[in-house]
Structures are given as C-alpha cells and as structure tokens.
C-alpha cells in the first residue's frame, strides 16, 4: 500500500483528492492546519468506506513546525504521493495590498510547496517511485483582479514543477501541476453566481471537487508514468 500526503486536504478539493487516492487503495495522510476537525471527518468517512487514512496537523509555512511533522511522518516509512493542494486566498487590488497579505499568501502556496515537499524527497529517490502533484490555479495562467499575490504564488509552482520534474525524472517520479478553474465549493459559490459562472465558463457551469480529483487520480496512478513537467487546466474552456 502506497503512502499519500494531500496538504490541504480537509477543503472542498483536498477531500475529494483524498476519497479518490483512498479509493485506489492508498494510505491516505489528511493534512490540515485551521480545519482539524474536518480532516478528522475526511479520515473517518474514508474509514468508513473501507479506505485507510489518518490526519496530520502542521502550518505549511512554518519550515521548523513542517520538518518535524514530516520527520515524524517518515518513521514509518516514505511517502510516495505528495498532492501540494494548501493554499489560501487574501484578494486585495495592488494599489491597496498590504506586505502582510503578499507575504502570508506566498508564504502558503509557494515556501509552503518548498517546506513539505523537499523533506520528502530523498526517501522517495531511494525507492525510485513517486508522484508529485501540485495544485494551482486558472488565475496563475490568466490572471484575475485583485489576486496579484495568489496568481504569483500559484504560478510559481509551474516553474518549480518543470524544474523539479527534470531533477527526478531518472528516478521514476513524476511532477506534474494542476490548474483548476471556478470548482464548486461554499467558498467559490459565495464569489461566483450561476449567472456570472455561466458568463465566465464556456461549460456553463462550474466544476466539480471529484472531476478534479479524477485527474489528480489518473496523474498519480501507473498509467501516467511517462507524463511529467506538464501544467494540465481543468477549466470548463475558461482559457
């Protein structure tokens, strides 16, 4: 059984990330900072379903806090899937962002990137099998108003990605992002009507947290071996 490490995982995406590697018969670790309780819930209905899972509890962007969790974490082993799904919104329009809003939301999405990932990648390398998945977003492809610190965090991770992707492709890991559009969610469907979902998506409508689960499933399985340092959009057509 394969060991899986979703950051991020109590939200909207991270869960139905987690359900689906559960689902393919993985160990699955739930992480979370704020949403323990919820990622306990992740764990327990995966339980429930007959999958294995477990929490983990740690602030991404505390390098010290991240190092010891996953030390802890490797006690019992490698961790062979890593999803980089963390990541948090602070919306202000340039002229009117705080440096504590810039900072804190790179600190997440990219540093937090940095502060698990590089940890665990020794042991995977010893085992020669891994998959990395780093979640983005459509606003770090096109760009979106008042989201200059999210769209620079999130595309920061395609060139990490493709970077990263090169240093480890002998090695039988592979490293791949992925680029979501409006997913529905209680956070997007208080930004995004049905009208101004149906303007922006050529689908008309958003999609789903388990449709991108599907991809993440399909890049982290056997069958997507030879894919790696490639940035796949799940955007209803957006762009």
Avoid at 136 to 146: E, K, L, Q, Y
Avoid at 191 to 215: C, H
């Amino acid at each position: 059984m394969r060991r899986a490490l979703v950051t991020g995982g109590s939200g909207a995406i991270g869960a139905a990330i987690c359900r689906r590697l559960a689902a393919a018969g993985h160990h699955v670790l739930v992480h979370a900072h704020h949403g323990g309780a919820r990622a306990q819930e992740v764990a327990a209905g995966i339980a429930a379903a007959g999958g294995s899972a477990a929490t983990i509890i740690f602030d991404v962007a505390d390098a010290d806090a991240a190092r010891e969790a996953i030390e802890r974490m490797l006690e019992a082993g490698a961790v062979d899937i890593l999803v980089n799904n963390a990541g948090i919104h602070d919306d202000a329009v340039m002229p009117g962002m705080r440096r504590d809003q810039w900072s804190r939301v790179l600190d997440v999405s990219l540093n937090g990137f940095f502060n698990v990932t590089q940890p665990l990648l020794m042991p995977m390398i010893r085992g020669r099998w891994g998959r990395i998945v780093n979640i983005s977003s459509v606003a770090a492809i096109a760009g979106n108003r008042g989201q200059a610190n999210y769209a620079a965090a999130k595309a920061g991770l395609h060139g990490a990605t493709r970077s990263l992707a090169l240093e480890l492709a002998s090695r039988g890991i592979t490293v791949n992002t992925v680029a979501p559009g409006i997913i529905a969610s209680p956070a997007t469907d208080a930004v995004f009507d049905k009208d101004s979902v149906a303007r922006l998506v050529p689908m008309k409508r958003a999609g789903r947290p388990e449709e991108v689960a599907d991809l993440v499933g399909f890049l982290t399985s056997e069958e997507a071996a030879y894919i790696t340092g490639q940035l796949v959009s799940i955007n209803g057509g957006m762009i």
